[in-house]
């Protein structure tokens, strides 16, 4: 069972507010409703092309040839995969042979190790820079949580097969910066000069690009994609998810963008696993990304609303977090805000470091305890009402140490439900 698992069904349980898993709590947009009804009564219901229906292609081609400032062919260098986490799978058996390594960036989305040992590849973790932040106050994520150069330098090895790279990042909130992707790019060459002919006939050593809150920036120019900066443009695959980014994470579509040779590998993962995705949702995603990126009369479009309704409500779990004395790591992007829960560690009972936690069965070693987030956010649900996740599920064993003093709040929900959390939180300061 995952984190997100686990900790959804602990707050149905105890009818907590879930700020844990990271799904919006609201209606999906009724324009993308709208294409969903249209597509299914247009009679788009039976398979269609493999590596993704043709509109769907060509919409991902026609967003990431804006993005990019190139041009992205839609038959040969996008494909359509089962959400993000069918990116992740699907790229992860495409790319690796046995032995080959993968390096993780710590913290790290939950589901790439699984998928990288699923192809029987080996994790190589790096830590991210501890937190820049004064512990104990509230500050903007800035420069903590950046690429360590010299630690990434250092986990590169003549097996290095892929690097994954997570931007705009779960669980921090921050946005790659140019030292972050100059450090890189400076592994992958790195990765080049060591590579024998075996690994360089592969293709050598490229980069997974998990980019699935790309239109969730709060400042949208600080965005920087992975497959634009200088030495890795042509060796990035960009994973997105219209789950994020249209408000639909039950629709599991997702896409894979990038050289022709890497997409084809993926696309012939994914006719062996799920031959096509859900044909009616593709082209409906396809019809909803079009209409996202086109300007209305304010001259915002879809994407630039949902970012600002997305930095209220960031300003409103901030005030929550700080006014109850959880000061928060202020994000730049996405769905999350991290936060101290030092303050409150004296609430936290031994009843709740007792029971094990089903996520970190096979993940942690056997017999290990209960971390203090683990304990913190079961208080939190049982006691509060509130719940968060546990970010220690993004860190190895060796390393969740650092992790034990935070709690991960979601940012994607209605503001009835972030005020509704507030209100529980600071009576409970
Ligand atoms: N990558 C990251 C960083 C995520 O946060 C998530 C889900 N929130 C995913 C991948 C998975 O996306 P999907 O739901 O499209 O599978
Ligand atoms: N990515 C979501 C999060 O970080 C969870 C997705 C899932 O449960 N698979 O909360």
């Known amino acids: 069972m995952t984190v997100f698992q686990e900790f959804t069904e602990m707050a149905n349980r105890f009818s907590a507010v879930n700020l844990g898993q990271g799904f919006p709590d609201w209606p999906a947009p009724d324009f993308v409703v709208e294409a969903a009804a249209a597509a299914l009564r247009d009679g788009h219901n039976?398979?269609?092309?493999?590596?993704?229906?043709?509109?769907?292609?060509?919409?991902?081609?026609?967003q990431y040839s804006d993005r990019w400032g190139r041009e992205v062919d839609p038959t040969s260098q996008v494909v359509v995969t089962e959400g993000a986490t069918g990116g992740v799978f699907t790229s992860m058996q495409a790319l690796l042979q046995p032995g080959d390594e993968v390096v993780l960036m710590e913290p790290t989305y939950d589901c790439y190790a699984p998928a990288v040992e699923m192809a029987r590849g080996t994790v190589r973790r790096v830590s991210l820079h501890l937190p820049g932040w004064e512990r104990g106050s509230s500050s903007p994520v800035g420069t903590a949580f950046g690429v360590d150069a010299d630690a990434l330098a250092a986990a590169i090895s003549p097996n290095t097969r892929a690097i994954v790279v997570n931007t705009p990042h779960n669980p921090t909130g921050r946005v790659m910066g140019k030292a972050d992707l100059d450090a890189v790019a400076a592994a992958l060459r790195k990765a080049d000069a060591l590579a024998g002919p075996e690994m360089a006939s592969r293709g050598g050593c490229v980069i997974v690009a998990d980019e699935v809150y790309d239109e969730l920036c709060f400042d949208q120019?600080?965005?920087?994609?992975?497959?634009?900066?200088?030495?890795?443009?042509?060796?990035t695959l960009?994973?997105?998810?219209?789950?994020?980014?249209?408000?639909?994470?039950?629709?599991k579509v997702g896409w894979a963008v990038g050289p022709a040779p890497m997409v084809a590998a993926v696309a012939a993962v994914n006719q062996w696993t799920q031959f096509c995705v859900a044909t009616p949702l593709q082209v409906a995603?396809?019809?909803?990304?079009?209409?996202?990126?086109?300007?209305?009369?304010?001259?915002?479009?879809?994407f630039d609303q949902q970012r600002k309704a997305a930095l209220a409500r960031r300003e409103l779990l901030v005030s929550a977090l700080n006014d109850s004395g959880l000061p928060a790591i202020v994000p730049e992007a996405g769905f999350f805000v991290l936060a101290d829960t030092a303050a409150w560690r004296g609430q936290v009972g031994r009843k709740h470091y007792e029971a094990a936690s089903p996520s970190r069965a096979g993940c942690k070693p056997a017999g290990s305890p209960v971390?203090?987030?683990?304990?913190?956010?079961?208080?939190?649900?049982?006691?509060?009402?509130?719940?968060?996740?546990p970010p220690t599920a993004f860190y190895s064993p060796a390393t969740e140490h650092l992790a034990a003093p935070l709690a991960r709040f979601a940012l994607c929900k209605q503001e009835s439900s972030i005020s509704e959390a507030g209100k529980r939180l600071r009576r409970a300061a």
Do not use: M
Not at 285 to 302: I, P
């Open 221 to 235: 120019e600080n965005f920087r994609p992975v497959a634009s900066h200088p030495g890795l443009e042509d060796r």
């Open 285 to 302: 995603v396809a019809n909803a990304l079009g209409a996202a990126r086109a300007r209305g009369a304010d001259s915002l479009t879809f």
């Open 238 to 251: 960009t994973l997105g998810s219209a789950g994020k980014s249209l408000s639909v994470t039950g629709w």
């Open 371 to 389: 971390p203090d987030d683990v304990a913190f956010c079961r208080f939190l649900t049982e006691e509060v009402g509130v719940t968060a996740i």
């Open 46 to 62: 039976q398979y269609c092309r493999a590596a993704g229906h043709p509109l769907l292609c060509e919409a991902v081609a026609a």
